[in-house]
């Protein structure tokens, strides 16, 4: 009956403002747009709704302090499929997955499809057609960087700017390239160096101070970001 796709926001950071927006999102899915109300009742709402229908709840991101009856989601659902999609280790091993599948990187031709879907009605020139492989070659199969950077290129569709992002990801970057990182690594340069205030740049290298494969509570770090002054 119903295919629900949520991004779960990573800008608000209260427990009941992130349950709330999902809320949202999943009744105007539901057209129930004009039952939109507070969050006890927006959970009785969908609740019912989903009881005796089939669907397919796709979560972008999650939060390992929310649980799914909070939203309204119940396990009485028996015609229901709730896919989360995580690299939060916390909720990996805390939350009651019946199945856990790791996505692998993508193969080229998937990498090709993700860049195509992503500039699709631009007219592209010949010059920069011969730049999509060698740009792709250096992202990793990652889709997260692979959108980053298409979205950044259809800003601007110009062969000496397409040249100059390909030039800076295969530019030598030392010990990232013997750890095959060469290309996020730089990746990850064009994105702070696209930051127009220092303010900003600041707020992003801090995110550099938590483990490898943490994942950040937005609250800790907005905090984090207050007692430094940013």
């Known amino acids: 009956d119903y295919v629900i796709w949520v991004t779960v926001p990573t800008n608000l950071h ?28 927006n959970k009785d709402t969908i609740c ?41 280790p916390v909720l990996l091993r805390s939350f009651g997955f019946d199945q856990k599948i790791k996505v692998e990187k993508l193969p080229y031709n998937d990498s ?40 950044l290129l259809k800003s601007k569709i110009d062969a000496e700017f397409w040249g100059t992002i390909k030039d ?12 095959g990182l060469g290309g996020l690594f730089k990746a990850f340069e064009i994105a702070y160096e696209g930051l127009k205030e220092d303010r900003c740049k600041s707020c992003l290298l801090y995110a550099a101070l938590f483990p490898k494969d ?13 007692a430094e002054g940013f």
């Open 48 to 88: 019912t709704e989903l009881r005796e229908k089939s669907y397919l709840l796709l979560f972008e991101g999650f939060s390992s302090s929310i649980q799914l009856r909070e939203i309204g989601v119940s396990e009485e659902h028996k015609h229901g499929i709730v896919v989360i999609e995580t690299t939060d």
């Open 168 to 179: 800076k990801l295969t530019a030598d970057v030392g010990e990232s390239e013997d750890l």
């Open 14 to 41: 209260e427990k009941e403002d992130v349950i709330k927006t999902i809320q949202e999102n999943i009744l105007r899915r539901l057209e129930l747009t004009e039952q939109i109300s507070a969050i006890d009742k």
């Open 214 to 226: 943490f994942t950040i509570p937005i609250n800790v770090l907005v905090e984090c970001w207050k």
């Open 112 to 151: 090709r499809k993700l860049f195509d879907k992503i500039m699709e009605g631009e007219k592209l020139s010949k010059e920069c057609c011969d730049l999509i492989g060698l740009i792709l070659k250096e992202l990793g199969g990652l889709p997260g960087v692979i959108s980053f950077i298409a979205t």
